[in-house]
Every structure is written in C-alpha cells, then in structure tokens.
C-alpha cells in the first residue's frame, strides 16, 4: 500500500511538472503502460495472501482511476492553453481599418462608343464590324480615291503587302463593303465603331493607332437636311440640348458635298474660350452627302438612291466630353486617368 502512495505521489509531481504532451505520454507509458509500473502490480495481486488480494485490488484500482484522471485533467488543460494561446495571437482589431481594394473602371473610349451606339441604334442603325487589315481597293479605290490620288497623301498609311493590303487608315471602307454586301436594293443605317492606324508621329492630339465611328445611310430621297437632323439628335445628346450644330464646307473624295460638323462649344456657351480656340464652335466629324461614285463603285445606282455618310473621332468626343487634353492618354496604361473619369462620371 505504501508503494501504491508513492508511485501517485510521484505520478502526480510528475504531472504537475510536465509542459508538452509528448511529456504527458511518456508518463502514461511509464505508469499505464503494459510494463508500467501500476500494470506491473496489477500482476503481483496474485502473489498476495488471500485476504488482502480485495483491499489492494480495490485501492490499486483506486489509484489507476486517480492516475488516469491526472493524466486528462492535464490533457485538457494543456489544450485550453494552447488554444487560448492560439486565439490571443490572432486577435483580430476589429477598429482597423481595411485594406483598400482599387475598383476597375470602364474604358473610356469604350464608353463613349457605346454612348453613341445607343443614340443611333434609338434612331434603327445597325453596329457592323469590319476589317482592321483591309485591301487597298476597299480603304481607297472604292472610294472613290484611285493609285496616285493626291488624296491618299493625307492618310499616311501602313502598307502591309505591296500596295495591296495595309492596316485601314479609315473606317470609310466598311460603307463599300457594308453597300457591296447589301446587294444595291436595300436601304442601309449604319455605324462601325473601330481601330484605324496612320503612320503619324504621337503627340497630344495625333497617335498612330486611333478610334473612329463610321456612319452611312442610304435611301431614296434622302438630301443634306436629313443628315443636318440626324447630327442634331446626336450632338444634343452627347453634350447636351442646348447645344447648337453647324456645318462648314469641305471636301472629301467621298462625299459631294462634304462638310465639317461643328458643335457651339459646351463650356463657354459660344461666347469663346481655350477649348473652342476662341471660335466658339468644335468641330466634331466630317461628313457630306455619299459620292455618286462611290454609290455606283458599290452597287447603288445614284439616280435612284442617295445617302449621307460620316467620320467621328472616338478619342476627340471623348476628350471633349471629359476634358482630356493628351490623346496619348487612352494608350498610356495609367490607371489613375480611368479611375478619374469614373468619378467624375458616376
Ligand atoms: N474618313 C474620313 C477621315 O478619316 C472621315 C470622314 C469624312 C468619314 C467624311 C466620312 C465622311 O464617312 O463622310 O478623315
């Protein structure tokens, strides 16, 4: 019996005393074990005399029950202080601040694009799509601008293969291939938004690679008034009803007649300033009635049909519409420029 207080006196220092579970298994091996030492006196019952077998049975059994409590208190214990320990590291400080996450903003060219997509497919224009590698018959000829035109001069273009295959210096070509296609019986309402190249050198208000939004309409009957209405809607609701159209005669080899669509300036209402170089009015496209030539190249007869078609600088209406004052901007990729427009524009 005294062994049997010793050894749970022992054990329960050791308990005591043990810092990690691996210390803990060791002591359960050491006592509990199939040759610990309280086993180990489970086999000497039967040495014992008679009548002391029950007594030192039951208290045996007594300290078996005791040693394995320790053992699970201290479990336990070394569990809870674990945890605690665990939980007291990762305290989250709910009054932090959280980490900012930058939210994406639309493209602005995009943008505009649709913008004027939806105003004129309210007015039952389709969108098509054409080539940005185009054939030189398509980008010129067609239009009515043959080999050695002086006109080819303005648009600087990247040729590709020979003379015959170049990056579209216009989407102009998409009105030959949209009229070819149509078959010279049908009306046409079109826009083509698109990517057109010229071999200019950047600077704020040239870039090699820029966007433009075609339009062409073709009907019988149809004069330069109609295409003055049609302007009209469009300017007012891209920068606001009251602002005022006009045109300016110009030329294009497409068009007979050709003009400049000019807007009154939205800033200062016409009354002059820098944006409207002190004019009062901003150009905005080029436009004219279609050549007659151009009609017949593509399939309508001119007698029969008429048309007006037009040219819009995407990244001019865009940098109108949010005082953008470098083109090189939309190619730039600096993130801060679109998230700006995306304020000012929510
Ligand atoms: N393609 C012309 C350019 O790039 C713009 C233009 C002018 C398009 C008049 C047209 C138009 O359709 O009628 O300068």
Redesign the pocket.
């Known amino acids: 019996m005294k062994e049997l207080e010793s050894i749970l006196a022992e054990l329960t220092q050791k308990v005591k005393t043990a810092t990690d579970s691996n210390e803990l298994n060791a002591i359960r091996v050491e006592y509990l074990g199939k040759k610990g030492s309280i086993s180990l006196l489970t086999a000497k019952i039967g040495e014992l005399p008679q009548e002391e077998k029950k007594t030192f049975g039951a208290a045996l059994n007594q300290v078996k029950n005791q040693a394995m409590e320790l053992l699970e208190e201290k479990r336990k214990e070394m569990e809870e202080k674990a945890l605690n320990e665990k939980l007291s590291q990762e305290n989250i400080d709910v009054t932090l601040p959280g980490t900012m996450i930058p939210s994406g903003a639309p493209n602005i060219l995009e943008k505009i694009i649709e913008e004027v997509e939806e105003v004129f497919m309210s007015m039952g224009y389709d969108v098509v799509d054409g080539p940005e590698i185009e054939e030189d018959k398509y980008n010129f000829e067609l239009l009515n601008i043959p080999k050695g035109h002086p006109a080819r001069d303005?648009?600087d273009t990247f040729y590709i293969e020979d003379e015959k295959i170049l990056l579209r210096?216009?989407?102009?070509p998409v009105?030959a291939r949209t009229m070819l296609a149509a078959g010279g019986n049908t009306p046409i309402r079109m826009i083509c938004p698109g990517k057109?190249y010229r071999r200019d050198a950047d600077d704020a208000t040239h870039s090699h690679q820029f966007m433009?939004i075609?339009?062409?309409l073709v009907d019988k009957d149809i004069s330069l008034s109609d295409l003055k209405g049609t302007f009209d809607v469009i300017a007012k609701r891209l920068f606001g009803e009251d602002v005022e159209t006009r045109f300016r005669p110009s030329y294009?080899q497409?068009?007979e007649p050709?003009v400049e669509t000019d807007i009154s300036c939205f800033v200062c209402k016409g009354s002059g300033c820098p944006l409207c170089k002190h004019t009062g009015w901003i150009t905005v496209?080029?436009?004219?009635m279609?050549h007659p030539n151009v009609l017949r190249n593509c399939g309508y007869d001119p007698k029969v049909w008429s048309g007006?078609?037009?040219?819009f600088g995407a990244e001019r209406l865009a940098m109108l519409k949010y005082g953008i004052h470098d083109i090189r901007t939309f190619y730039q990729t600096d993130l801060r420029e679109s998230s700006t427009f995306d304020r000012k524009d929510v």
């Open positions: 303005a648009q210096s216009q989407t102009s009105q057109t433009q075609e339009g062409l294009y497409f068009t050709s496209s080029g436009a004219g279609v007006f078609a037009f040219g």
